[in-house]
């Protein structure tokens, strides 16, 4: 079935440690990608997203996604994370024609 | 910077109740659609919305659901007759232009949490 995967439940870190968090999806063709972070207790946000162009994407609160078309992935980074990055991450996936399709989140803990 | 907005936070309702979930979009936006988390589990699609009809919607979107814009700035969402599994987190979204096919952005409200009793 097509889907979009993300590696990981729960990564927890120091804070100061380098992030990534991986992302897979199956669908083929034109797909765009996007990175929502929910803090606790709030709402979703776009970090960034991916349409067209240079395939390392920089959104906001220094994070980067590289697209990596062969391996259909979208892997987030972040060099140095802080403990106010504690979050649950969501990739999302909008195959060409159809509507998101979202990953199932990771939870990320940043130790102070 | 505009914001989806939604109303109420949270609802408690018993089984087999009405709610009506409320949302006001961003006012150029002309797509709009609503999304349900259940807890620990993935954000999920039900329905979008455009020029006064839905345009596309899931599995989860049956006939329990309906989704109107009663008038310029609300959209809601109704379920006839609630049941225990709808208890879930339920987001409004709203786009400039149709997200599918890779032209904009969906920005999302705060959520309402429903809980069915």
């Known amino acids: 079935a097509q889907s979009v995967s993300q590696h990981n439940h729960h990564v927890i870190l120091s804070e100061a440690a380098s992030l990534e968090l991986g992302c897979n999806y199956s669908?083929?063709?034109?797909?765009?990608l996007f990175w929502y972070v929910q803090y606790p207790g709030q709402h979703l946000q776009l970090l960034l997203k991916?349409?067209?162009?240079?395939?390392l994407v920089k959104g906001i609160k220094g994070f980067e996604a590289e697209f990596i078309k062969s391996k259909f992935s979208f892997n987030l980074r972040k060099p140095s994370v802080q403990w106010s990055d504690t979050a649950e991450y969501f990739c999302?996936?909008?195959?060409?024609?159809?509507?998101?399709?979202f990953g199932p989140g990771t939870r990320l803990s940043v130790l102070p | 910077e505009p914001e989806v907005t939604q109303t109420p936070s949270h609802q408690v309702t018993q089984m087999g109740q009405e709610v009506i979930l409320r949302c006001v979009p961003i006012?150029?936006?002309?797509?709009f659609y609503w999304y349900r988390q259940i807890l620990g589990q993935k954000v999920e699609f039900l329905v979008s919305?455009?020029?006064?009809?839905?345009?596309?919607k899931s599995e989860i979107f049956d006939d329990q659901f309906s989704v109107e814009r009663p008038d310029g700035s609300n959209f809601t969402l109704k379920i006839r007759s609630t049941k225990l599994e709808d208890s879930a987190m339920y987001f409004c979204?709203?786009?400039?232009?149709?997200?599918?096919?890779?032209?904009?952005?969906?920005?999302f409200g705060p959520g309402t949490r429903l809980t069915v009793l």
């Open positions: 979204a709203s786009s400039e232009a149709r997200t599918s096919g890779g032209t904009d952005t969906q920005y």
């Open positions: 669908y083929g063709g034109t797909v765009n």
């Open positions: 991916y349409f067209s162009g240079d395939p």
């Open positions: 999302a996936v909008i195959p060409y024609g159809q509507n998101f399709v």
């Open positions: 006012s150029n936006h002309l797509y």
């Open positions: 919305f455009y020029n006064n009809e839905i345009s596309e």
